[in-house]
């Protein structure tokens, strides 16, 4: 293992070398002037602050074997050793005197603040034993794992299928759901891969730079691609700094993007700019001129013609009046991007997509430019994330559930991607179900969803959640109304395998217990990880095999067996097993990597952190399969398994078609023929849907700060000393109309309440729109239960059915063995907003539509600060009128959703047919 040196020749390198990990030896800065030397294992591992799994390096000091301190592993192929601010923040998250330690049970009511220490065996044996009773009494859609940050590769997919239910919940609709079914209608891979460090245009509709999805590996590759000479054009609202860097920045009105986007395809295949052969090649072109114009020529030059007719009204004026960007811009950026020819990166996430209605349009009006550029999967393009990233199968898997579960995938949105998750209070509250165990799992609903009011109320109502396990490495709003809090470790302190689509190419990484590791190079065995964490921190993998063996201790439920060693048949699977098999059975390359090194897979992995297993992967479309020509189509799941093109059976794309759906009968099938092709459909917060009689202006509550990450990042103190609040970003020209300055108390009224919060005066954001980051405003409602380093303590009361909630005390020094505790100098956590947000659920994707419609007037006398103010009777309004805009199914063959549709735990074939006599669980 060799790293680069600085300048060749110079002796200097970024960083140590691996062969001096076992016995890395430096001075300790805190003694300087005096130098003391210190000697450390460097052992590997992920981050778990986003969803980027960047490599960090564990300084395991050798004589107290505590952890000193996180850098990033120099090896991991997508961060490449660097890291943003939260990933050395790691060591506060470990380091917080406020963390917690032991398994804890409430003792009072649900939601009281009080709690006593109890053991895991204790806890193992209540909620296994509860689970176990469900399932004997036909009960298993009562069971529900719902995640946040998932930080694994199909771990959970395993056990929920072993345990044979419908129960996987996660937070994807409040997150990626739009974006994602746009980008599966074309190509049914559900994420864009762009190769940005090899384009020649790089377009965003994101703020990769400093934040979005894949930020730090993403940056960096921005950054090389412009070294190299390509143009950054930033569509956005909001000057992001990732705007900032921009050669182009369209700050469009909010959810005008497809008009925009849609006027360039237009300029591009006009002006004769497009990649006609790839178009005509890999597009479903032939099922569009069937299906809508059955009497002319099946030939590609007529589906052009009909293309440009259908795109004629998406002229630069056109765009120019829906989002406010000035057409001349936009016509030179169209030109720009139709001269990138096979080189245009671009990203949606969050933002557009995840904000409006019909954000998903969004996304395919994007890529729809990719694939006139011909930019699919290309060196400087865009490929379907499947092509980059790695995805480990199993020595046995689970069958599929024989369960649809209507508390997930309910019949209104049958194309929605995935659960409706933040809809979970509703139905229950509608009487669609109930649950009886329910895990929330590195997740936040009460906090980060809309409606928290409406999760407090459901998660205290024992009658429709029996059991409600925390499975969290902080205290957060939810596990406050949890009946088991269990500390789950932070990164450096548990085991996961993640892989992303960060960049051209494939590659694994492994997160490990550093404690752990270090020591069992030491020779010391461990039964579990919690004996070598702080305190009694866990991680899931081993909570998920003693929990199965407690549900099924005797096999006979046919459980257990899935959590017994491939290697001692009938004894229980250890978490040195379960990756020993995957390194040595399901990784191309890695067996023979490490034979080079003299090393088991396992152990390479536990060295080094990561492996590549492919770089630069482009066209995988045009694989020829073995399979020949002419053999009559090959389906699984109701996707092609390949497509013949040119007499040759290719690989092709995992679509109905086998090809890149311009056209999509499926839309047409589940009720929404005229969005058959990439659209604009005018959101919810459309300049047309404001009343400027009554001041009303659209609210960004969806952006990211580099240095904070939803709920984890709350007992990280260096990153919240950094950025503690979260002001109102409000245009100058604004700003004037309303007689407001910076520093200003204002009250933003919502659909359904209000929150009171400072203003902040710029330039930096496009006049009628204002924004506010989603990041802060955390709170607690009882002593001992959140992070004093971020968190307010708030009060609630009750008013008919409203109910206000107000801070009572807010950021200040503590107690504590940290001495920063008593030095914290800032005394604002920001303002919660989410609680003041209504259920937006888009009637297609299922995504909640972020973007609100709100007045901003100045505070009145009774405002405070941090007030958040909530009707909860408008809040159930709000999510019937909603929830009116559903098309629901059956599908065509009765089916509840698209078979080729991916959904996560996919349940047996025969579960996605509604049985005749079932009425829909809201009857
Ligand atoms: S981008 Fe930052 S938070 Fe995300 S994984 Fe990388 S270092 Fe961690």
Redesign the pocket.
């Given at each position: 293992m060799t790293i680069e040196r600085l300048s060749p020749g110079s002796g200097l390198q970024p960083y140590h070398p691996p062969e001096q990990w076992d016995d890395w030896r430096e001075y300790d800065p805190r003694q300087w002037p005096r130098r003391v030397e210190r000697r450390y294992q460097l052992v590997p591992t992920i981050?778990f602050?986003?969803?980027?799994?960047?490599g960090l390096l564990a300084y395991v000091d050798q004589e107290t074997m505590t952890v000193r301190k996180f850098e990033g592993n120099p090896l991991h192929p997508a961060?490449r050793g660097r890291?943003?601010a939260?990933?050395p923040a790691t060591i506060n998250q470990i380091q917080d005197p406020e963390r917690i330690l032991y398994p804890l049970r409430r003792t009072g009511k649900r939601g009281e603040g009080k709690w006593a220490r109890v053991t895991w065996e204790e806890a193992l044996d209540e909620i296994g034993g509860r689970i176990q009773k469900a399932f004997r009494e036909g009960r298993r859609n009562e069971v529900m794992y719902h995640v946040g940050r998932a930080g694994y590769e199909r771990t959970m997919d395993r056990i929920l299928r072993a345990w044979g239910i419908d129960g996987h919940n996660s937070h994807t609709n409040v997150c990626s759901a739009s974006a994602r079914l746009g980008y599966a209608l074309w190509s049914g891979y559900d994420r864009p891969s762009p190769d940005h460090a090899n384009a020649r245009v790089i377009l965003l509709l994101s703020s990769h730079l400093e934040s979005g999805h894949y930020?730090?590996?993403h940056a960096q590759r921005i950054i090389e691609g412009k070294l190299k000479g390509a143009r950054l054009v930033v569509m956005d609202p909001r000057l992001s700094n990732t705007a900032s860097m921009a050669d182009h920045w369209l700050p469009t009105h909010p959810g005008s993007e497809a008009a925009v986007l849609l006027a360039m395809a237009r300029l591009i295949l006009e002006e004769g700019a497009a990649d006609l052969a790839y178009l005509e090649r890999w597009t479903n072109w032939r099922e569009y001129m069937a299906d809508r114009l059955p009497g002319e020529e099946p030939s590609f030059s007529s589906f052009l013609a009909a293309l440009k007719h259908l795109y004629r009204e998406y002229t630069p004026e056109f765009a120019e009046g829906e989002s406010g960007v000035p057409r001349e811009k936009i016509v030179a950026v169209a030109r720009l991007i139709g001269g990138a020819k096979g080189g245009l990166a671009s990203h949606v996430w969050r933002g557009s997509a995840s904000g409006n209605l019909g954000g998903w349009q969004v996304a395919r009006a994007l890529q729809l430019l990719t694939v006139l550029t011909g930019s699919v999967g290309t060196p400087g393009g865009t490929s379907p994330h499947g092509w980059n990233k790695y995805k480990p199968v199993f020595w046995e898997e689970p069958p599929p559930a024989k369960e649809w579960n209507e508390l997930l995938f309910p019949r209104e949105w049958p194309l929605s991607h995935y659960e409706m998750s933040f809809l979970l209070p509703h139905f229950l509250k509608e009487g669609r179900g109930r649950l009886d165990v329910y895990f929330t799992r590195v997740y936040n609903p009460v906090w980060t969803n809309p409606d928290g009011m409406a999760w407090m109320e459901v998660l205290q109502d024992e009658s429709l959640v029996g059991l409600h396990v925390a499975l969290t490495p902080i205290w957060n709003e939810t596990a406050g109304f949890a009946d088991f809090v269990l500390p789950m470790g932070h990164a450096g302190e548990r085991h996961d395998i993640q892989s992303q689509e960060t960049q051209s190419g494939r590659w694994v990484s492994f997160r490990q217990p550093v404690l752990r590791a270090a020591r069992e190079r030491r020779g010391e065995v461990f039964r579990a990880t919690h004996e070598a964490n702080p305190g009694e921190v866990w991680e899931e993998d081993e909570f998920w095999i003693d929990l199965s063996w407690r549900i099924d201790p005797d096999g006979s439920m046919g459980i257990r067996h899935f959590f017994e060693s491939p290697y001692r048949g009938g004894e229980k699977l250890t978490v040195h097993e379960y990756y020993r098999w995957i390194f040595e059975n399901a990784v191309p390359g890695l067996p023979e990597r490490a034979a080079k090194e003299g090393l088991a897979p396992l152990d390479y992995m536990r060295r080094y952190g990561a492996f590549l297993i492919e770089e630069n992967v482009h066209g995988l479309e045009e694989k020829p399969l073995t399979v020949p020509a002419g053999t009559g189509p090959l389906r699984k799941d109701g996707k092609a398994l390949g497509v013949e093109v040119g007499g040759k059976r290719l690989a092709g794309f995992p679509t109905p078609s086998g090809k890149l759906e311009i056209y999509s009968r499926t839309l047409v099938e589940w009720g929404w023929p005229e969005e058959a092709l990439p659209g604009y459909i005018r959101s919810h917060v459309h300049r047309q849907a404001l009343d400027p009689e009554k001041g009303e202006m659209v609210l960004l509550p969806t952006f990211r700060l580099p240095t904070l990450?939803h709920t984890r990042s709350g007992n990280a103190k260096y990153l919240n000393e950094i950025s503690h609040r979260n002001p109102l970003w409000v245009h100058t020209r604004d700003a004037k109309r309303l007689a407001l300055e910076t520093g200003d108390l204002v009250r933003v009224t919502t659909e359904i309440g209000h929150f009171v919060n400072h203003v902040w005066v710029t330039e930096g954001i496009a006049p009628g729109v204002v924004a506010c980051s989603h990041h802060l405003g955390r709170w607690r409602l009882h002593e001992g239960e959140g992070s004093r380093w971020s968190a307010a303590r708030v009060a609630l009361e009750r008013r008919g059915t409203t109910v206000l909630m107000r801070q009572i005390e807010g950021v200040g020094p503590f107690p504590s063995p940290d001495p920063d505790s008593s030095r914290i100098w800032w005394s604002d956590g920001g303002v919660h907003q989410n609680l003041a947000f209504p259920v937006h659920p888009d009637p297609v994707s299922g995504m909640h539509c972020w973007h609100q419609k709100v007045v901003v007037s100045r505070a009145r006398a009774e405002d405070r600060y941090g007030d958040v103010l909530v009707d909860t009777a408008r809040s159930g309004a709000v999510y019937r009128e909603w929830l009116a805009k559903a098309r629901p199914g059956p599908g065509p063959g009765g089916l509840r959703r698209p078979l080729w549709l991916d959904r996560p735990l996919r349940p047996a074939e025969e579960m996605f047919v509604i049985p005749a006599e079932s009425p829909p669980k809201n009857e």
């Amino acid at each position: 293992m060799t790293i680069e040196r600085l300048s060749p020749g110079s002796g200097l390198q970024p960083y140590h070398p691996p062969e001096q990990w076992d016995d890395w030896r430096e001075y300790d800065p805190r003694q300087w002037p005096r130098r003391v030397e210190r000697r450390y294992q460097l052992v590997p591992t992920i981050c778990f602050n986003c969803e980027a799994a960047c490599g960090l390096l564990a300084y395991v000091d050798q004589e107290t074997m505590t952890v000193r301190k996180f850098e990033g592993n120099p090896l991991h192929p997508a961060s490449r050793g660097r890291n943003c601010a939260k990933g050395p923040a790691t060591i506060n998250q470990i380091q917080d005197p406020e963390r917690i330690l032991y398994p804890l049970r409430r003792t009072g009511k649900r939601g009281e603040g009080k709690w006593a220490r109890v053991t895991w065996e204790e806890a193992l044996d209540e909620i296994g034993g509860r689970i176990q009773k469900a399932f004997r009494e036909g009960r298993r859609n009562e069971v529900m794992y719902h995640v946040g940050r998932a930080g694994y590769e199909r771990t959970m997919d395993r056990i929920l299928r072993a345990w044979g239910i419908d129960g996987h919940n996660s937070h994807t609709n409040v997150c990626s759901a739009s974006a994602r079914l746009g980008y599966a209608l074309w190509s049914g891979y559900d994420r864009p891969s762009p190769d940005h460090a090899n384009a020649r245009v790089i377009l965003l509709l994101s703020s990769h730079l400093e934040s979005g999805h894949y930020f730090n590996p993403h940056a960096q590759r921005i950054i090389e691609g412009k070294l190299k000479g390509a143009r950054l054009v930033v569509m956005d609202p909001r000057l992001s700094n990732t705007a900032s860097m921009a050669d182009h920045w369209l700050p469009t009105h909010p959810g005008s993007e497809a008009a925009v986007l849609l006027a360039m395809a237009r300029l591009i295949l006009e002006e004769g700019a497009a990649d006609l052969a790839y178009l005509e090649r890999w597009t479903n072109w032939r099922e569009y001129m069937a299906d809508r114009l059955p009497g002319e020529e099946p030939s590609f030059s007529s589906f052009l013609a009909a293309l440009k007719h259908l795109y004629r009204e998406y002229t630069p004026e056109f765009a120019e009046g829906e989002s406010g960007v000035p057409r001349e811009k936009i016509v030179a950026v169209a030109r720009l991007i139709g001269g990138a020819k096979g080189g245009l990166a671009s990203h949606v996430w969050r933002g557009s997509a995840s904000g409006n209605l019909g954000g998903w349009q969004v996304a395919r009006a994007l890529q729809l430019l990719t694939v006139l550029t011909g930019s699919v999967g290309t060196p400087g393009g865009t490929s379907p994330h499947g092509w980059n990233k790695y995805k480990p199968v199993f020595w046995e898997e689970p069958p599929p559930a024989k369960e649809w579960n209507e508390l997930l995938f309910p019949r209104e949105w049958p194309l929605s991607h995935y659960e409706m998750s933040f809809l979970l209070p509703h139905f229950l509250k509608e009487g669609r179900g109930r649950l009886d165990v329910y895990f929330t799992r590195v997740y936040n609903p009460v906090w980060t969803n809309p409606d928290g009011m409406a999760w407090m109320e459901v998660l205290q109502d024992e009658s429709l959640v029996g059991l409600h396990v925390a499975l969290t490495p902080i205290w957060n709003e939810t596990a406050g109304f949890a009946d088991f809090v269990l500390p789950m470790g932070h990164a450096g302190e548990r085991h996961d395998i993640q892989s992303q689509e960060t960049q051209s190419g494939r590659w694994v990484s492994f997160r490990q217990p550093v404690l752990r590791a270090a020591r069992e190079r030491r020779g010391e065995v461990f039964r579990a990880t919690h004996e070598a964490n702080p305190g009694e921190v866990w991680e899931e993998d081993e909570f998920w095999i003693d929990l199965s063996w407690r549900i099924d201790p005797d096999g006979s439920m046919g459980i257990r067996h899935f959590f017994e060693s491939p290697y001692r048949g009938g004894e229980k699977l250890t978490v040195h097993e379960y990756y020993r098999w995957i390194f040595e059975n399901a990784v191309p390359g890695l067996p023979e990597r490490a034979a080079k090194e003299g090393l088991a897979p396992l152990d390479y992995m536990r060295r080094y952190g990561a492996f590549l297993i492919e770089e630069n992967v482009h066209g995988l479309e045009e694989k020829p399969l073995t399979v020949p020509a002419g053999t009559g189509p090959l389906r699984k799941d109701g996707k092609a398994l390949g497509v013949e093109v040119g007499g040759k059976r290719l690989a092709g794309f995992p679509t109905p078609s086998g090809k890149l759906e311009i056209y999509s009968r499926t839309l047409v099938e589940w009720g929404w023929p005229e969005e058959a092709l990439p659209g604009y459909i005018r959101s919810h917060v459309h300049r047309q849907a404001l009343d400027p009689e009554k001041g009303e202006m659209v609210l960004l509550p969806t952006f990211r700060l580099p240095t904070l990450i939803h709920t984890r990042s709350g007992n990280a103190k260096y990153l919240n000393e950094i950025s503690h609040r979260n002001p109102l970003w409000v245009h100058t020209r604004d700003a004037k109309r309303l007689a407001l300055e910076t520093g200003d108390l204002v009250r933003v009224t919502t659909e359904i309440g209000h929150f009171v919060n400072h203003v902040w005066v710029t330039e930096g954001i496009a006049p009628g729109v204002v924004a506010c980051s989603h990041h802060l405003g955390r709170w607690r409602l009882h002593e001992g239960e959140g992070s004093r380093w971020s968190a307010a303590r708030v009060a609630l009361e009750r008013r008919g059915t409203t109910v206000l909630m107000r801070q009572i005390e807010g950021v200040g020094p503590f107690p504590s063995p940290d001495p920063d505790s008593s030095r914290i100098w800032w005394s604002d956590g920001g303002v919660h907003q989410n609680l003041a947000f209504p259920v937006h659920p888009d009637p297609v994707s299922g995504m909640h539509c972020w973007h609100q419609k709100v007045v901003v007037s100045r505070a009145r006398a009774e405002d405070r600060y941090g007030d958040v103010l909530v009707d909860t009777a408008r809040s159930g309004a709000v999510y019937r009128e909603w929830l009116a805009k559903a098309r629901p199914g059956p599908g065509p063959g009765g089916l509840r959703r698209p078979l080729w549709l991916d959904r996560p735990l996919r349940p047996a074939e025969e579960m996605f047919v509604i049985p005749a006599e079932s009425p829909p669980k809201n009857e």
